[in-house]
């Protein structure tokens, strides 16, 4: 069993930076992609970043290319480097461990066990 724990999550303006950050527990996870979903009020749950296991490959949502930076800060830690922020981007963001590819996370949401309860992230216009 894996145990996720979000942090991070805030109010901030448009144009503004967050950081959010995820810790494991439980097991090992260093052979798990890691990555992040949202979801908004009255919205379906959105892909927005995964990392490989070994931190060297990334992918990104359309939405939030060029703007989100997600990195494997240890083998059991993923950090969500927030920038440039749009009230578009409110939403409650989970973190999640996938024992599938990463490359894959976008559209495999389905199979992933391991889902965060989720922070908080409000931007004001």
């Known amino acids: 069993q894996v145990e996720l724990v979000e942090s991070g999550g805030g109010l901030v303006q448009t144009g503004g930076s967050l950081r959010l950050s995820c810790a494991a527990s439980g097991r090992s996870v260093t052979r798990d992609a890691m990555g992040w979903f949202r979801q908004a009020p009255g919205k379906e749950r959105e892909f927005v970043a995964a990392v490989s296991w070994g931190g060297l490959s990334k992918y990104y949502g359309d939405t939030v290319e060029g703007r989100f930076a997600i990195s494997r800060d240890s083998s059991n830690t993923v950090s969500l480097q927030m920038n440039n922020l749009t009230p578009e981007d409110t939403a409650v963001y989970s973190c999640?461990?996938?024992?599938?590819?990463?490359?894959?996370?976008?559209?495999?949401?389905?199979?992933?066990?391991?889902w965060g309860q989720g922070t908080q992230v409000t931007v004001s216009s």
């Open positions: 999640v461990v996938d024992s599938g590819f990463a490359r894959d996370m976008a559209v495999n949401s389905h199979k992933i066990n391991y």
